[in-house]
């Protein structure tokens, strides 16, 4: 038995952090419907969705997303669903993400000043045309910093995922480390790889709150 890494381990590991990657898009994009949903619904003028909406993010965001996973992967099946390590992550961090992006994007609603809403009001159009053509845009703009930020925490989380036994790039190192046993050299390699896919969106993303913000101060501006 090889004591020493090699590249195939290296290429182990990098497989890994693709599927790490998938499973990071898997998540921004369910997770990402599922917070617009959550958005719509917590800034709804119908009490009840406000509700409904605002239970589900509390329940979420009170439950850790270890918990999720366990009951996703191994509570399910004893109800008769079978289901995989991929699809158990995905379902898992789809409903842990939504609930975050939901209240990320439900203050980038409200962060839109009352006045835009009452000036698309005034031209008599439908709370739906007020919400998609008027405020819905300068919500976007408002909400792609955060929004970029918190897709960092996505690529963290992913880690979580290995419990379950999905190979991404965590559980590779795992796997390398039981058949050579050199845990400080291969948890440095992961910790690398990980700094080389989170750094530029960090970086992305600092860019954009600097931007953003004075976008934000010139729309308040012109709002007042």
Same mark, same amino acid.
């Given at each position: 038995?090889?004591?020493?890494?090699?590249?195939?381990?290296?290429?182990?590991?990098?497989?890994?952090?693709?599927?790490?990657?998938?499973?990071?898009?898997?998540?921004?994009?369910?997770?990402?419907?599922?917070?617009?949903?959550?958005?719509?619904?917590?800034?709804?003028?119908?009490?009840?969705?406000?509700?409904?909406?605002?239970?589900?993010?509390?329940?979420?965001?009170?439950?850790?997303?270890?918990?999720?996973?366990?009951?996703?992967?191994?509570?399910?099946?004893?109800?008769?669903?079978?289901?995989?390590?991929?699809?158990?992550?995905?379902?898992?961090?789809?409903?842990?993400?939504?609930?975050?992006?939901?209240?990320?994007?439900?203050? %980038?609603?409200?962060?839109?000043?009352?006045?835009?809403?009452?000036?698309?009001? %005034?031209?008599?159009?439908?709370?739906?045309?007020?919400?998609?053509?008027?405020?819905?845009?300068?919500?976007?703009?408002?909400?792609?910093?955060?929004?970029?930020?918190?897709?960092?925490?996505?690529?963290?989380?992913?880690?979580?995922?290995?419990?379950?036994?999905?190979?991404?790039?965590?559980?590779?190192?795992?796997?390398?480390?039981?058949?050579?046993?050199?845990?400080?050299?291969?948890?440095?390699?992961?910790?690398?790889?990980?700094? %080389?896919? %989170?750094?530029?969106?960090?970086?992305?993303?600092?860019?954009?709150?600097?931007?953003?913000?004075?976008?934000?101060?010139?729309?308040?501006?012109?709002?007042?």
């Amino acid at each position: 038995m090889t004591t020493a890494i090699n590249p195939g381990h290296l290429q182990f590991l990098l497989t890994g952090a693709f599927w790490t990657l998938i499973l990071s898009l898997m998540a921004f994009l369910g997770g990402g419907a599922g917070g617009f949903l959550v958005a719509l619904g917590r800034t709804s003028p119908f009490r009840l969705l406000r509700i409904l909406a605002a239970v589900y993010v509390q329940i979420v965001q009170g439950t850790p997303l270890l918990i999720i996973l366990f009951l996703i992967y191994f509570g399910l099946p004893s109800l008769g669903f079978s289901i995989s390590p991929l699809l158990a992550a995905g379902v898992s961090l789809t409903i842990y993400v939504s609930a975050y992006l939901g209240e990320i994007w439900r203050g %980038c609603l409200e962060s839109v000043p009352k006045a835009q809403w009452e000036a698309a009001e %005034c031209l008599a159009l439908s709370r739906t045309q007020r919400l998609f053509k008027v405020v819905l845009p300068q919500a976007i703009r408002i909400a792609t910093p955060p929004t970029v930020g918190f897709s960092v925490q996505i690529i963290k989380n992913t880690s979580l995922t290995s419990v379950v036994g999905f190979v991404e790039l965590t559980r590779a190192g795992q796997l390398i480390n039981n058949s050579i046993f050199e845990p400080f050299l291969i948890y440095i390699i992961v910790a690398l790889i990980y700094f %080389c896919l %989170c750094f530029p969106v960090s970086a992305l993303s600092r860019r954009l709150e600097r931007s953003g913000a004075a976008r934000l101060r010139a729309l308040k501006a012109v709002s007042a």
